[in-house]
């Protein structure tokens, strides 16, 4: 081989290719000139000239009119009788005409579809795709009953450049006309392109077909299996750039049966990853982190995968600007989900001086959520680079940012309070308003520790003219009243202009001047009458008004109690914010590279129509992904999920009435992974909201919530107290009846969505916390045992049990954090099991779990989940995920919560059946050392819906006749018999499903012993 | 999919608009107008969504590219068909200017009405295109439908970017291997952060369907081959190898082949075409340091001094350097002295700008100057941009070496023997920055 060195050269520039004829074409720029008044009738004449060059320069002439937008539409027949002729320039320039003028000439249209039909039989396959590429863009209704013979010709034609052409056009139809693509069995054809010889026809079909099925969302139109996957992932590697995009975001829909075929799509994905198109990239990444939900994660490939997903998409940063936002909006959503893929390549989302401001704000996102111990240092130098730069917006980002930091890193809070001292120092206004807000929030996470900055805080007073610094600023000042010697002169100094402020200022200051009243009663007397009278009796704002009764009212009752509440130690704040919604992030990682991971909003949000309403959502792990995927729960799926995206809005918004502390979203921590939006919303209405309402009081507190009718203005004396209720009936009525619990699964209950879920999630917790009552039948229900050692869980241990109080199966945990870090984002599942457990709201974990703390939950429980058959067949697996990691653990949950309250059989019924079951079915059980009495055992025995239907004694031995009802309709019959002073009891147990048996046994002794 | 397709000059006038979906209309054009072009502020992102509709758009110097949708459509990918439109038009008519596209503007109708269908691009390889859309019709009309059916094939087929049949007399290739070197360097001389982004940039000129190797001394590959080969010269060549990062490549490389094997093997596009994009970041030559000083005397004056030392074999010449000190806004007045090149101050830039035509490794050149400040009452500090650099060198800053490009055309008779390759290295800044 002869290398020729290294000297610079330059190649020869051969024009192989170039067969393009410059010349005349220079002048075309003349088109746009023409202004004059008479031109429609010169363009007219010049239109039907016999000369074909003329008559080629007057249709590029109205073509460039067109363009421009002036309306020369007069000119259809005229421009329509150019399109019979040989010339193709000509030809594509009246196509293009009339694809823009059709719609608005329809009866004149169809005076072309004999053109388009001849050139449809064109022996030139360029014309032919051309034909039907053009009659599809004309959307007339009349034209698309001539279109459907030649288009079924093109979909069979010999040449795939016609065949690609006519798939496309299938799906041009269908928008037109989706019912007579329907009949005229255009989908069918469609499908069996997915089998063409040639790539490209295989990608444009998918592309028509993925469209097609988008609007018809329970259609199984794009009918993904094993076979079909097969074929596209082998034209995957043959198909133009282009093509492989619409067939990896197709891939996309497709949920693998289990991990092994995950496994072997991801590994054929892969090699997508060096493609130079960033477009191929994104969708390859999101096809592998969709898959990646699928495989366990302990499999060698699993971690393979997760390296390999780093280096192309740090490449995507060295695209084009516009390319690395996108890159960029879409890294954001990567990191939250997955932040372990690109812990290590903080560097390169450092700023650089010239990037778009676009990307600078971004890349900053990003560089926040990967901030850690490990790169702190490194981080903080960056932001204080940026925090004198140019760009307002940037700035003022990236001091948020430097408390952000703060608050995530411990270790670097006191350089970052440093920081922003060092800024405020600077004196620009909103680099010094933005730091006071940031330094709040630090103020919330580490109290006690920074103090001693308020001084250099306070100087800056009169420089804030946002209301968010001007709150944050008032917060700071009634919070640290007793350590501010003016503390009065500077709230009374707000108050003057109190009906000029913000809501916000207000409400903050309301709150400020009742704690400084507290702290320093004596002389701050005038002051709290002033500003509770001017929030009750001068405000139209309602928030207002009622936490300015809400005070004054308590201050009037009982100051003590006041205090305990307004001055209630705050919960922390939690370390992560801005985090997107969990649900929402499952949705947004499923729509990778598209505008709704730009937007970081469901499509829903910005599409019109029926197009994007469904919500696609992750395939879950190893084994519990069955419910997500067989088709036919599809369509329930979708509208069970259909809520979420309109609710959070909601709950934002009731979420922002109630909220009336000023706290930015840093200030309360993110709610735990809710998995519908519905419980957001009510956990919001019943949790955070009354928390802030209480200044901040960490339990909400049993008073019913009137945000919209103000109370009588008089100072009353007695407490409001709660409506009389007896909890457990609520509890019973509202989330116990089975319909009910049965609603959250499965959504074809008529229940209406919106009020079962809050009234279950959200209530239920309520009165649980209030009365702990809810056992009015005395149902047995095991102590709580470990399930989950702290060794096993990275700190978490979990204990509980299982009861069913008033109809509804729970499982009882205690949550107990014994690491160092606080917890949060809790969530549950469980894997398939043989009665179809599952949980039937979202795990309710409100605040963080600081360390050392417990928290009770009782998670309500439904019987629709998949059913798979377990040894012992009580056996439940579950899997619990925290900020932390995933955690299993398998338990065992007494078969006596699964007896319904409507287990009484009728006694004829009783004794056909026992008949009826044949002898082999029964099995015999000793129950050892038991001292109750036949009726003290039919009684307990009755409170966990085991119900006696007969006795009968017979020589001093006492036989009790049983029935029980399972929650999935097995019956099972018993025969219990009790001899005065024998300790032992001997149970008989029939029914048809023997395997039960061994359970109910055990269940009887638990129940009788207990 | 893309809804629609417009492309406006720097007043916002419409120069192509060409609409592929119902649901865009007239007023979308204008929407675009009012809210971006016409825009008082800067753009704060390259998606607008106005009204429920979302325009993606690129600036190709002053002309606008916007691509409109209403659906959710993959956003990288339309992007990518925004820039590669452009490839497409440069590679037609050159400059992409208002002239040029209202000279060629039924050529540009023509065009996206092939690469565009219903808003789905389609093949887009302008080695293809120039086959068919010429703008004298389809090559001449009475042409035999053989010569069609190949065009077609060839657009629709497995290796849609080279046609059958190119002969050439000499059979020839050129390999240029173009790194930017990207660094970002604190004032105390700590690299922040640095990286080298490479282009393998081929120039093909053989006869037929040639398949082709191409081999670099990729650490991966070299140590894999070590392994089973002679130990001896695994350990030589073991020093060499570099450590890429990541790679991608250009849609005639089989990808599953690299990803497998990872080797690179293909059947290039005829002419000029980009083979790889490469990124590195481990031991990285910086041809450059560049050591500044500043010193603020008082409040109107600012000493600076900054020393740049080439750090390359001092058989190598640097060309084309440029260094850019940026001065604050109220400068009055500024004095340079430079031991070598010329330094001037431009004002209209707010910086310093210092040349050096050549300069071999090894060497340190310094320059210092004084600037003059008008006293401002400007309560906002100055934000000392960085100082940033531009240079060539004549070798590939990542140590990347190309170790052999194999010619394989079994049906034609020449050999890879019988094909004349030409390679050379260039490295050019990046974003090469030093704080001060």
New interface residues.
């Given amino acids: 081989?002869?290398?020729?060195g290294?000297?610079?050269?330059t190649?020869p520039t051969?024009p192989?290719?170039?067969?393009?004829?410059f010349g005349s074409?220079?002048?075309?720029?003349k088109?746009?000139t023409t202004t004059k008044k008479g031109e429609i009738f010169e363009l007219k004449a010049e239109l039907n000239s016999d000369k074909k060059e003329k008559k080629k320069e007057a249709v590029?002439k109205v073509?460039?009119s067109m363009?421009?937008?002036k309306d020369v539409s007069a000119l259809f027949p005229d421009v329509v009788n150019c399109m019979q002729t040989?010339?193709?320039?000509l030809k594509?320039?009246v196509?293009?005409y009339l694809m823009?003028y059709a719609k608005s000439q329809p009866d004149m249209a169809i005076m072309a579809v004999n053109t388009f039909v001849k050139d449809c039989e064109d022996?030139?396959?360029?014309i032919r795709?051309l034909a039907v590429?053009t009659m599809?863009?004309i959307?007339v209704d009349k034209i698309t009953e001539y279109l459907c013979e030649p288009l079924r010709k093109c979909l069979k034609d010999e040449?795939?450049?016609?065949r690609?052409?006519a798939a496309?056009?299938v799906?041009?139809l269908h928008?037109i006309n989706a019912q007579l693509v329907e009949d005229q069995g255009f989908l069918d054809t469609l499908k069996d392109l997915i089998s063409d010889s040639?790539?490209?026809?295989v990608a444009?079909a998918v592309?028509a077909l993925s469209?097609i099925a988008e609007s018809h969302p329970n259609s199984n139109l794009l009918d993904l299996n094993p076979q079909t996957i097969n074929k596209l992932l082998t034209a995957l590697?043959?198909?133009?750039?282009?093509g492989q995009?619409?067939i990896l975001?197709c891939l996309a829909n497709y949920t693998p049966r289990d991990d092994r075929e995950s496994q072997s799509i991801c590994e054929?994905v892969?090699?997508?990853l060096?493609?130079?198109?960033?477009?191929v990239?994104?969708?390859a990444v999101k096809v592998l982190m969709k898959f990646m939900e699928m495989l366990p994660k302990d499999l060698d490939y699993y971690g393979t995968l997760l390296k390999k997903l780093a280096?192309?998409l740090?490449?995507l940063l060295?695209a084009?600007?516009?390319?690395q936002?996108?890159?960029l909006r879409n890294i954001n959503l990567i990191v939250q989900r997955r932040p372990e893929i690109l812990k290590h390549e903080m560097?390169?989302f450092?700023v650089?001086?010239?990037d778009?401001?676009?990307v600078k704000l971004e890349k900053l996102d990003i560089m926040i959520r990967l901030a850690s111990q490990a790169n702190i240092a490194?981080v903080l130098?960056?932001l204080k680079?940026y925090a004198?730069?140019?760009d307002v917006d940037f700035v003022r980002k990236a001091v948020r940012a430097i408390g952000r930091c703060a608050i995530k890193v411990e270790q670097s809070a006191e350089r970052c309070v440093s920081t922003l001292l060092d800024l405020i120092q600077?004196?620009?206004n909103y680099v010094v308003q933005e730091a006071i807000v940031v330094i709040k929030d630090i103020f919330r996470k580490y109290p006690n520790k920074y103090e001693s900055v308020i001084a250099t805080l306070c100087e800056n007073l009169d420089s804030l003219d946002e209301p968010e610094a001007r709150a944050a600023m008032i917060w700071i000042v009634g919070e640290y009243a007793e350590r501010i010697d003016n503390a009065d002169e500077l709230l009374e100094s707000f108050l003057e202009g109190f009906h000029d402020e913000s809501t916000q200022v207000q409400l903050q200051l309301l709150t400020a001047i009742v704690k400084l009243f507290l702290k320093k009663p004596t002389e701050t007397q005038e002051l709290v009458q002033q500003v509770l009278s001017l929030a009750t009796q001068d405000s139209d704002n309602p928030d207002l008004r009622d936490r300015g009764y809400i005070y004054w009212r308590l201050l009037s009752t009982d100051p003590v109690a006041a205090k305990e509440v307004v001055l209630a130690e705050k919960p922390l704040i939690s370390e992560e914010t801005d985090l997107i919604e969990p649900t929402l992030l499952e949705e947004l990682i499923c729509?990778i590279?598209?505008?709704?991971?730009?937007?970081h909003k469901p499509?829903s949000a910005?599409?019109?129509g029926s197009?994007?309403v469904q919500h696609k959502r992750l395939p879950g792990s190893a084994g519990s992904g069955e419910s997500v995927d067989s088709p036919d729960t599809g369509s329930a799926a979708g509208v069970s999920e259909a809520p979420p995206a309109v609710i959070p809005s909601q709950g934002d918004l009731l979420g922002d009435l109630l909220n009336l502390d000023l706290t930015p979203p840093t200030a309360t921590g993110p709610p735990p992974a809710p998995s519908s939006g519905m419980q957001m919303g009510a956990m919001d209405l019943l949790g955070g909201g009354l928390d802030s309402l209480m200044g901040d009081e960490s339990e909400p507190p049993p008073i019913p919530l009137r945000t919209d009718t103000p109370q009588s203005p008089q100072l009353s004396h007695q407490s409001p107290s709660p409506p009389d209720y007896s909890p457990t009936e609520l509890g019973g009525d509202l989330g116990g009846s089975p319909a009910m619990g049965a609603g959250f699964g499965a959504p074809a209950a008529a229940m209406p969505a919106t009020f079962s879920a809050p009234v279950s999630g959200g209530l239920d917790d309520l009165f649980d916390l209030g009365g702990g009552v809810g056992m009015p039948m005395g149902a047995y229900s095991p102590p709580k045992t470990v399930w989950l050692p702290a060794m096993k869980a990275k700190g978490l241990e979990i204990s509980g049990t299982f009861a069913r109080r008033a109809g509804v199966i729970q499982m009882e945990m205690t949550l107990t954090n014994k690491a160092m870090s606080v917890m949060t984002d809790f969530a549950i599942q469980f894997n398939r099991n043989s009665f179809g457990l599952a949980p039937a709201g979202p795990l309710q974990v409100l605040t963080p779990l600081s360390p050392n703390q417990s928290i009770e939950v009782a998670l309500p429980l439904s019987t629709v989940g998949p059913v798979m058959k377990m040894e012992p067949l009580s056996n439940l697996q579950v899997a619990v995920k925290n900020n932390i990691d995933v955690f299993y653990f398998s338990c065992q949950y007494p078969i006596s919560m699964l007896f319904v309250e409507d287990g009484k059989m009728e006694r004829q019924v009783f004794l056909a059946t026992w008949k009826d079951i044949p002898n082999d079915n029964e099995s015999q059980f000793q129950i050892k050392d038991c001292h109750l009495s036949s009726d003290a055992a039919s009684s307990k025995l009755q409170g966990s819906n085991v119900f006696t239907i007969a006795k009968r004694t017979v020589e001093g031995q006492d036989m009790l006749y049983q029935s029980m009802k399972l929650t999935n309709g097995i019956w099972v019959l018993a025969e219990l018999r009790v001899q005065a002073g024998n300790p032992n009891y001997t149970v008989s147990l029939k029914c048809r499903a023997p395997e039960v048996s061994q359970c109910v046994f055990q269940s009887y002794e638990a129940m009788l012993k207990n | 999919m893309i809804g629609g397709l417009f492309i406006y000059n720097h007043k916002g006038e419409v120069l192509i608009s060409r609409v592929y979906r119902d649901d865009i209309g007239r007023n979308a054009v204008d929407a675009f107008r009012v809210n971006v072009i016409h825009a008082r502020q800067q753009v704060r992102s390259p998606v607008t969504n106005i009204a429920r509709t979302s325009f993606f758009h690129v600036k190709r110097s002053n002309i606008w590219l916007a691509a409109v949708t209403k659906q959710n459509v993959n956003a990288a990918m339309v992007f990518e068909f925004l820039y590669k439109m452009c490839d497409v038009m440069t590679a037609y008519f050159g400059k992409i200017s208002e002239e040029n596209i209202k000279n060629n503007f039924v050529l540009i109708y023509e065009l996206l009405d092939e690469i565009l269908d219903f808003g789905y691009p389609q093949n887009s390889e302008t080695g293809a295109l120039k086959t068919f859309i010429t703008q004298q019709g389809i090559k001449g009309q009475v042409s035999k439908t053989k010569e069609q059916s190949q065009i077609t094939s060839q657009v629709t087929g497995q290796i849609g970017w080279r046609r059958e049949g190119i002969k050439y007399r000499r059979n020839e290739l050129f390999l240029d291997v173009l790194e930017s070197v990207n660094l970002l360097m604190s004032p105390q001389g700590q690299v922040l952060s640095a990286h080298v982004s490479g282009r393998v940039v081929m120039k093909s000129y053989l006869s037929g369907m040639p398949e082709c190797k191409f081999g670099m001394n990729d650490k991966i590959v070299i140590d894999k081959q070590g392994k089973g080969g002679a130990s001896d010269e695994a350990g030589k060549s073991g020093k060499q190898s570099i450590a890429i990062d990541d790679c991608t490549f250009h849609q005639c490389v089989r990808l599953s082949k690299f990803d497998s094997e990872r080797s690179i093997s293909f059947i290039p596009p005829d002419g000029e075409y980009e083979l790889m994009r490469y990124r590195t970041t481990k031991d990285i030559i910086l041809p450059f340091r560049v050591i500044p000083l500043v010193r603020e005397v008082g409040r109107t004056k600012l000493e600076v001094k900054v020393v740049i030392k080439s750090n390359f074999k001092p058989s190598l010449l640097a060309q084309k350097i440029e260094v850019r000190i940026p001065t604050p806004l109220n400068t009055s007045g500024v004095q340079v002295i430079c031991m070598k090149g010329k330094a001037k101050y431009k004002a209209s830039e707010n910086a310093i700008v210092w040349k050096i035509k050549r300069m071999a490794g090894m060497k340190e050149s310094q320059i210092s100057a004084e600037i003059e400040l008008l006293p401002t009452n400007d309560k906002k500090k100055w934000a000392r941009p960085p100082i940033s650099m531009n240079f060539e060198v004549p070798f590939a800053p990542s140590g990347l070496k190309v170790r052999y490009l194999k010619v394989f055309e079994s049906k034609l008779n020449y050999s890879d023997h019988d094909v004349i390759k030409w390679v050379r290295y260039i490295g050019r800044s990046g974003i090469y920055e030093t704080r001060c």
Wanted: proline share 8%; with cysteine.
């Fill in positions: 081989m002869k290398w020729e290294t000297k610079a050269i190649a051969t192989v290719t170039e067969n393009r004829q074409k220079m002048t075309d720029s088109y746009f590029k073509i460039a363009t421009v937008g040989d010339n193709l320039e594509k320039l196509y293009l823009n022996p030139n396959p360029l795709a590429r599809g863009c959307r040449d795939p450049y016609v690609k052409t496309v056009c799906a041009k928008d040639n790539p490209m026809v444009n592309a469209e590697n043959e198909c133009t750039e282009w995009i619409f975001d054929r892969t090699p997508r060096s493609h130079a198109n960033s477009a990239v994104l969708s280096p192309p740090v490449t060295s084009e600007p516009e390319l936002y996108v890159a560097k390169v450092f650089k001086y010239n778009p401001i676009y490194q130098a960056e680079e004198t730069e140019v600077t004196k620009v729509h590279g598209t505008l709704a991971s730009v937007y499509p910005f599409v019109e197009r994007g």
